[in-house]
């Protein structure tokens, strides 16, 4: 079959141009007939073959129409880790809804029987009922996912809702409302805690609300209360449920009727007094990749390199020779913190501190504890703890992207665990006083009293200067 740049174009899903730069390079055979080129499909498949190019799927309703005893749908899926875990824990979706073209890729070759939808936003629950191949009346059981975080991360501008990226969180929440399911639950970062949002109380003064600390979480939360649910939350620490990662993440789970659901069950923990097995380590993590693993990677520059070339294992740069550290820090020396993501060697003992999306960003190294390299995108995947045939799409900044961006599957597989036993009627094992994260008054009761508490006083003293 013979194809023109413009069928090229459509197939490839970029501009004329973008193929026209392409055959100008010779990186795809062609021939010039008249004034247009002539693509032959042998050698377009040639050119995706020897340039790892994968193709951006189109949105699909999944291809079954069984209906499993437990019907659930993911959203902002990612790379799939929260659905992974879940799966382990006996909960596999029918659905993901992703909007990114490397993550949508790297869903449809892992998962290519699952329905495929896009940007939430254009989205309504009669669609994604129908793509999932729901039959009508029948009840949706779970539905989960990590809206965009950046919009409430500690390290972004905090724009909360005002964000494009908070407005999707709403959106998100509104399609809860609509499908009603049993579960639901919602990851996040830490950042989501203390997010501002404007919040109306009975206490203040005029009509106008007021920006609050932790808004933008009450506002979710009276969302869900409104649409039937109840709702518990906590900030977890990764590590505690068998994840090689000192990663802390918000996890909430609303429940559609009167009873809250209770903590995720620890499995892990570095306080010997509970009696559970002490955290996982990077070595831990590492041991499931074979030796002739071949590692991709980015680079450290040489200029960072010789500095790492003086630290061992666990190091970062307080560990350099006195007069170097200057030299190496340059003006982030004079920076307040103990800014112990520069220059670090994570240690082989230790969990990984949380992996971020490009492991070599000079205030978040992430180096090997003994290379003179960051860690490797197979290294990643390994303390995410993704299978070793998951195949993730992309370049290899993109592969850090999504893995760095996933829910460790340990802690997907904990939550599905606590859905399962509270679906069977079983007891949920508890822990009382146990320490989640580092954190103090992070669970739904104590800091929904504290963010309550703010707002009556900052009412008070808005009504007392006005």
């Known amino acids: 079959m013979l194809l023109t740049v413009c069928d090229v174009a459509q197939k490839l899903k970029v501009s004329s141009q973008h193929i026209r730069s392409v055959l100008r390079k010779g990186e795809l055979e062609a021939e010039m007939v008249g004034k247009q080129w002539i693509v032959r499909e042998d050698s377009l498949r040639q050119y995706l073959e020897n340039y790892c190019i994968s193709i951006e799927p189109d949105d699909h309703p999944r291809k079954s ?45 892992n998962a290519p029987e699952k329905a495929l939808l896009g940007d939430i936003t254009k989205l309504s629950a009669k669609e994604i009922l129908e793509f999932a191949r729901i039959p009508k009346g029948r009840k949706i059981d779970i539905i989960f996912g990590g809206p965009p975080c950046q919009a409430f991360s500690t390290a972004g501008k905090r724009k909360g809702f005002d964000d494009s990226r908070g407005n999707v969180f709403l959106k998100f929440i509104d399609l809860i409302a609509d499908i009603l399911p049993t579960y639901v639950v919602i990851e996040n970062v830490r950042g989501l805690l203390s997010a501002p949002y404007p919040c109306m109380n009975a206490c203040q003064a005029g009509d106008e609300a007021q920006p609050v600390k932790g808004g933008a979480l009450l506002h979710v939360i009276q969302k869900l209360r409104n649409a039937g649910y109840s709702v518990s939350f906590e900030l977890y620490n990764a590590a505690n449920f068998g994840a090689p990662q000192t990663r802390e993440r918000v996890v909430v789970v609303a429940h559609r009727g009167k009873t809250k659901i209770p903590y995720l069950t620890p499995t892990h923990s570095d306080n010997p007094k509970y009696g559970l097995p002490g955290w996982r380590t990077l070595a831990n993590a590492l041991e499931s990749l074979p030796d002739d693993t071949e590692h991709h990677y980015v680079s450290f520059p040489e200029e960072r390199l010789k500095y790492y070339r003086m630290l061992e294992e666990g190091q970062h740069w307080k560990h350099l020779p006195d007069e170097v550290q200057k030299e190496a820090m340059g003006k982030s020396y004079y920076l307040g913190g103990g800014k112990t993501g520069f220059y670090r060697r994570l240690s082989f003992s230790k969990p990984s501190p949380t992996l971020v999306t490009h492991p070599a960003m000079p205030a978040t190294d992430l180096g090997h504890p003994i290379e003179d390299r960051p860690l490797s995108v197979e290294e990643y995947a390994c303390i995410q703890g993704f299978p070793l045939d998951w195949e993730i799409s992309g370049s290899v900044v993109e592969k850090y992207k999504q893995i760095g961006n996933a829910v460790p599957i340990r802690l997907g597989e904990a939550i599905g665990r606590l859905l399962m036993l509270h679906i069977q009627g079983k007891k949920i094992p508890r822990y009382p006083e146990f320490q989640y994260s580092r954190y103090k008054n992070t669970d739904d009761a104590a800091w929904e009293n504290i963010v309550r508490l703010q707002m009556l006083k900052d009412a008070e003293r808005l009504r007392v200067t006005t």
Do not use: Q, W, Y
């Open 65 to 109: 129409d069984d209906v499993p005893d437990i019907v659930a749908l993911s959203f902002f899926s990612g790379a799939m880790g929260l659905d992974i875990g879940m799966k382990a824990a006996g909960i596999d979706t029918l659905l993901a809804c992703e909007i990114d073209k490397h993550c949508r890729i790297t869903i449809n070759k």
